[in-house]
């Protein structure tokens, strides 16, 4: 049950049903859940420790990040990324990557690029992160990977807010297949260079210097 609820409450956080830097209760979250204070209480501790809520006078507070800490939280994620390329290319060039699982990489590319066109902004964070998500998968690191899911959530509440129409579409759609290319390659220090300088483009883009949305 606790377990359930935990993942109910990040769903409406992440989703984007309680913003950043909106306050809840657990009297509210127990009436939309239907659940007893306790299982709400222990979720909204893991979540604190996953960097999603603070503790506020009455209950806790979605995460907003900006300025530095926002900036720090992309710095993280461009090193695990650049970790995850490196290591999923080391697997592919060992021959523990199976075709199909590039494949669904690819496929995950395509469907992040045609929503990004379209301008379906958060279909296009969803393919998106599915596409970074299936790196890590093909690292097979599980501790990068759940690190990276956390980081990518705070990322994720906090710039819903200010999504914008992507001013380079097609310089995305790019790096992805260039990142591709390295991992089917099995070329570990490009897969890595092209992880951490796709992720770090994007942290420009948000910043205000080209606009966009994450990707």
Known sequence: MTRSVYREVRDLIVLGAYPAGRPVTEQELCARLGVSRTPVREA?????SDGLVHAARRGVTVVELGGKAL???????AALEALTAETAAHRRRAGEVAPAALARLAEHADLADVATRRGDLLDGVRRNRAFHR???????????LEALDRVWDQITVSTRA???APARPARVDEEHRLLIAAITGGRPDEAAAHARGHVLATMSALSGQDGGTPA
């Open 44 to 48: 909204l501790r893991r979540l604190e």
């Open 71 to 77: 900036r720090d939280a992309y710095l993280v994620r």
């Open 134 to 144: 299936h790196v890590a998968v093909l690292a097979d690191n599980p501790v990068a």
């Open 162 to 164: 200010s999504l914008a």
